[in-house]
C-alpha cells in the first residue's frame, strides 16, 4: 500500500506552505502536493484606490521580498500612463535591485538552506585545529583561526547544554542524508552567524536610497532620493562613500565565505542530483540599461526553455494575451466563465471560495481544489522561474560572467552540464547569481557617480504626476526578477483609479497545484523520484523545496476593503 506523508508547515520559508507526497513501496516519491493554505486578497485590497499608491500595498505582501513589489507596481503603473523616469532614478532602482538579490541569496543560502545539508550538532564533535586548516586552504578569509573556531565550538556546546539549540532547534539532526564531516560543518555553522551579522550590513543601502529597510520607499516617476553633495538633508558625498564600502565588503564576503563554502559543501553532495523538476524555464529578465521598454537593453537577458533544450531560447511577451494565463481548475477561486479556464491578468478575476476539508482532517482532496495558489501556464506549459532560470537562459545566451563561472563551478566538482537540473544545480545557481549581483551593484554605483559627476543629479520625473493629465483609461504592466523568480504586476486604470490589479509572483509559478490537465507545477514535479532514507524525517523534502526559496506569503494573496477578516482557513 502506498504511503503518504505531510509536511505541514513547511519551515524557514515565508508564509505557510504543506506538502503531501505519495511514496512507493522502496520509500520514492512517485507524486506530490504542494498546497498554499493562506489567503490575503490584496488584489481586491487595491481596487479603487490611487494607481501612485498602489507600490505601498504591494510592498507589504511580504517582509523578506521587500523591494521587488514596490519597484514592480511603480514600473507598472509607469508603464500604463507612458512615463519614461530619468537615468538617475533607473539606476538607482537597478542598484537597490541588486542589493536586495544578494542579499537575499546570502540569507536564503545560510539561514534557509544551509541546515538541509549541513548537520550542526556533527560540529559540537570537530577539530578546531582541522576545521581552520581546511578553511585556511580554501579561502583567504581572515576568521579562520583555531581559537577562532575553538570559541565557536564552545558557544555551540553552551547552546546544548543548556538544553536548548535556540536557531538550530527543530531539525533533523543525524539524519544518515548528511554527509559533511565535522569539521566542515563547524565552518558552515559559523559562517551562519557571521552572514546573519552581514546581512544586516548590506541592505543599508536601502536606507540610503529608500529611507528605510523593510519596505523602501519608491515614487511613480522616479525615485525619492534628492542628490546634493554637500548636504546633510540629502544624499551627500558621506552617504555615497558608505554605500561603496558596503559594496566593497559584500563582493569580499561573497568571494571569500560564500562561493568557498558552495563549492566545498557542493563537493560532498554532488551525487545528489535529483530535484530537477519540469525542465521548462522563464525569465522576464531584468537590469535596464536603457528604458524598461527595451529588452535588448537588459543585463538579465528574457526568454523561455522547454525541455532542458538549452539551443532554443523563446522570445516571451508578458503583455501578450495568449502567452501568460493563471487556471484555477485545483485552486480556491472561481471564475465568471464558469469553466476555470486560464485568463490573462488584465482579465484576471480574483473570487475566493474555500471549498477543501474543514479542519481537523488527515489529508488533502487532491482530486478536487486544494490550493490558495493559482496555477500560471507559459503558453500552456508549466514553468520553473528563479535564479536556475535565470542563469541556464544566460548560459544558452552566452552571457560571458555565466559562462565562465558555470563552467568552472562544474570542472571544480568534476560534474557535467546535466548537474544543473536539479536540487543541487539550483543552489548552485543562486551563488553564481549573487557574485553576479555583487557586480552589479557595483556597476551601477559607478554609473551613479559618473552622472552626479557630470552635474546630473535628477530622479524624477513630474510630467504625467497630476491625474488630469491621465487617460481616461489606460492598462500597464511592470514586472522584476526578484530573488525567487519572474514577478509580474498587471494594472487597469479607469476614471484616475486602479479597476483592476493582478499579481503572479514567483512562487505562484513554482508552487502551483496541477492544471486542468492534471499537470505538476514545479516544486510538485521536482519531488517526483526522490528516494526518501527514512520517512519520518522527510530531509529530502525540505531540501528540494527550500532550493526553491518558496515565499507563500507573496503567492496566496484576510482583509476586506475596511481590514475585517473575511476567511478563516485552520490547519492542523
Not at 41 to 53: A, M, S, T, V, Y
Request: proline share 6%; aromatic share 10%.
Amino acid at each position: 500500500m502506498a504511503k503518504r506523508i505531510v509536511v505541514d508547515p513547511v519551515s524557514r520559508i515565508e508564509g505557510h506552505l504543506r506538502i503531501e507526497a505519495v511514496l512507493d513501496g522502496n520509500n520514492t516519491i512517485k507524486e506530490a502536493y504542494s498546497s498554499g493554505t493562506m489567503w490575503r486578497g490584496l488584489e481586491i485590497i487595491l481596487k479603487g484606490r490611487d494607481p501612485r499608491d498602489a507600490w505601498a500595498f504591494t510592498q507589504r505582501i511580504c517582509g523578506v521580498c521587500t523591494t521587488v513589489h514596490a519597484l514592480a507596481s511603480i514600473r507598472c503603473v509607469e508603464d500604463a500612463l507612458g512615463v519614461e523616469v530619468p537615468p538617475n532614478a533607473r539606476i538607482i532602482r537597478n542598484l537597490m535591485n541588486a542589493t536586495q538579490q544578494t542579499q537575499d541569496h546570502l540569507v536564503h543560502f545560510y539561514h534557509l538552506h544551509a541546515l538541509d545539508w549541513v548537520d550542526v550538532v556533527s560540529a559540537l564533535s570537530a577539530d578546531p585545529a582541522e576545521a581552520s586548516r581546511i578553511a585556511q586552504s580554501i579561502s583567504p578569509w581572515p576568521k579562520s583561526s583555531v581559537g577562532y573556531f575553538k570559541d565557536l565550538k564552545a558557544r555551540l556546546q553552551a547552546f546544548v547544554d543548556s538544553g536548548q539549540l535556540g536557531i538550530f532547534s527543530n531539525a533533523y539532526w543525524g539524519h544518515k542524508g548528511y554527509l559533511l564531516p565535522p569539521e566542515v560543518n563547524l565552518i558552515a555553522v559559523a559562517h551562519y552567524l557571521e552572514a546573519l551579522d552581514f546581512q544586516k550590513e548590506i541592505v543599508k543601502i536601502h536606507t540610503v536610497f529608500g529611507g528605510k529597510n523593510p519596505h523602501p520607499n519608491y515614487l511613480v516617476g522616479g525615485m525619492a532620493s534628492a542628490i546634493n553633495l554637500n548636504s546633510d538633508r540629502a544624499i551627500n558625498i558621506e552617504r555615497l562613500n558608505l554605500v561603496k564600502k558596503i559594496i566593497d565588503d559584500t563582493i569580499t564576503f561573497i568571494d571569500q565565505v560564500y562561493i568557498p563554502d558552495l563549492i566545498a559543501i557542493a563537493g560532498y553532495y554532488k551525487g545528489w542530483l535529483y530535484g530537477g523538476g519540469l525542465g521548462n524555464y522563464l525569465a522576464y529578465g531584468d537590469f535596464p540599461e536603457k528604458s524598461v521598454n527595451d529588452p535588448n537593453s537588459f543585463l538579465w537577458p528574457r526568454g523561455a526553455i522547454l525541455n532542458k533544450d538549452l539551443n532554443t531560447i523563446y522570445d516571451v511577451d508578458p503583455k501578450d494575451m495568449s502567452q501568460v494565463k493563471e487556471e484555477i481548475a485545483h485552486s480556491w477561486y472561481t471564475y465568471s466563465n464558469g469553466n476555470g479556464k486560464g485568463l490573462h491578468p488584465w482579465e484576471g478575476e480574483t473570487n475566493p471560495q474555500y471549498t477543501g476539508p474543514q479542519p481537523p482532517y488527515k489529508y488533502l482532496d487532491v482530486d478536487k481544489k486544494y490550493s490558495w495558489l493559482k496555477t500560471p501556464r507559459w503558453k500552456d506549459n508549466p514553468m520553473e522561474v528563479g535564479p536556475l532560470s535565470r542563469v541556464l537562459i544566460q548560459y544558452a545566451k552566452g552571457d560571458p560572467m555565466i559562462v565562465d563561472t558555470v563552467n568552472y563551478v562544474l570542472k571544480t566538482l568534476n560534474v557535467g552540464p546535466e548537474a544543473l537540473f536539479s536540487t543541487l544545480g539550483r543552489t548552485a545557481a543562486r551563488g553564481i547569481e549573487c557574485k553576479q549581483t555583487a557586480g552589479f551593484m557595483l556597476h551601477f554605483y559607478n554609473q551613479l557617480m559618473e552622472n552626479i559627476k557630470s552635474g546630473d543629479v535628477r530622479t524624477f520625473n513630474d510630467r504625467m504626476w497630476d491625474p488630469e493629465r491621465w487617460p481616461s483609461e489606460c492598462q500597464g504592466f511592470g514586472f522584476t526578477e526578484a530573488p525567487r523568480g519572474a514577478l509580474g504586476h498587471w494594472i487597469h486604470i479607469k476614471d484616475q483609479k486602479i479597476a483592476d490589479y493582478q499579481i503572479v509572483v514567483p512562487s505562484t509559478w513554482n508552487a502551483s497545484p496541477r492544471d486542468g490537465k492534471g499537470r505538476s507545477g514545479a516544486y510538485e514535479s521536482a519531488l517526483k523520484g526522490t528516494p526518501m532514507d527514512d520517512p519520518n524525517m522527510p530531509l529530502e523534502i525540505l531540501r528540494t523545496i527550500h532550493s526553491f526559496d518558496p515565499c507563500l506569503a507573496c503567492a496566496s494573496h484576510i482583509m476586506d476593503m475596511n481590514g475585517n477578516e473575511i476567511t478563516t482557513v485552520k490547519i492542523s
